[in-house]
Structures are given as C-alpha cells and as structure tokens.
C-alpha cells in the first residue's frame, strides 16, 4: 500500500475518508475496511495522474539523464497556464512534480526539480490571482497557506515551498475551482501525506 499506514491518527482517518467520499462520491464506512477501501481508491487516482512511466526506476533515469520529457513538460505547463488551460497545466505540473521530486530526493542535480518548483510557483500565482475573492479555500485556509508558502520561500526551504504551492493548486482542482477536466487530475497525496 502506498497511503497513509495503518498508524493513521484517528483525525486523520476521519479526513481520509471526507476527502474519499467528496471526491469519488460515494460511502466509505468509518471501519476498518472503509479506510482500506478509500485508501485504495485514493491510491489509485494517485497512480493515474502520475507520469506514464513505468517505475521510479525509469523515473530516476529520466531525470539523471536530463531527458528532453522534463522540459517538454515545463513547456506544456507554461502554455496551460498562459492560456489558463488548467487541465494541460495540471497535467504537466504532475510529471514535472515527480521527476522534481525524485530529484530532490535522489540528489540528482536539481534540474528536474527546479523546472518543476518553478512552474509550481508560476501556476500557483496564476491561481491565486484569479481565485482568491471567489474561492472559498482561496479565502480561508489558503491566506494561512500563503503565509506558510512565503515563510518556506523566504528560509530557502524550497522542497516544502514546492509541495505546499501543490497542495494547493490540488485543492483548487479538487473542489472544482479549476473545472472538471483539472478535477480529474487531482492528486490526494498533493493534499495529505504519505504517513
């Protein structure tokens, strides 16, 4: 199982289920196999939206390799958010998200990774701007997360800049804000995290 491990605190169980039920729109019991069952669910959405690569492995190659894929999808990011195309710009920012993230991970040179905070911070500004009077998480807890985000910025801690600027634009897809095509997109674990 790749979510959150049994050692889910119960609040946190409580929201895993809300945000499984919200989002496929259907009962996820408050049981043990409720939880299993939106865990695997949420897990599977996860695997949907990332990059059609077949393992971390590849993933690793790719990003080792500086392969032209990340700054394709750099390009494609930066288009969808010039056009406000939010479904091409989510799409892009998620393979960009992980080969960043394996970067970052793997100490790999910081390329992949650097394409893809940039971007972040990029959609995240296109976002924001345009939603913050209309969007209700925009209004609440996204002023707390734009606190947050320009505290990280500011202390140089850029890994937690980048999955902070993604919770949030995944927020935004998963409550519609950025249409149906982006909400398909959405991924969980932009939101919650791997415990």
Request: aromatic residues 10%; proline residues 5%; glycine residues 8%.
């Amino acid at each position: 199982m790749t979510g959150p491990e049994r050692s889910t605190p119960p609040g946190a169980q409580f929201a895993i289920l809300g945000m499984a039920q919200m989002y496929f729109g259907r009962e996820f019991s408050n049981t043990d196999a409720g939880f299993e069952a939106a865990i695997k669910a949420l897990d599977e959405q996860h695997v949907r939206v990332q990059p059609p690569v077949p393992d971390k492995l590849r993933i690793t190659e790719v990003v080792r390799d500086e392969h032209p894929v990340i700054d394709i999808a750099e390009q494609m990011a930066d288009m969808g958010i010039a056009l406000e195309d939010y479904e091409l710009a989510l799409t892009a920012a998620n393979h960009l998200y992980a080969f960043g993230d394996v970067d970052y991970q793997d100490f790999l040179g910081g390329r992949a990774f650097n394409a893809a905070l940039q971007v972040h911070r990029r959609f995240y500004d296109l976002v924001n701007e345009r939603f913050s009077d209309v969007d209700p998480y925009l209004r609440g807890a996204g002023q707390i997360m734009s606190a947050d985000i320009a505290d990280m910025q500011a202390q140089g801690k850029l890994y937690e800049e980048l999955r902070l600027r993604r919770a949030v634009i995944h927020m935004l897809a998963f409550n519609g804000t950025l249409g149906d095509a982006a909400r398909a997109l959405f991924d969980p674990f932009a939101v919650i995290h791997k415990v």
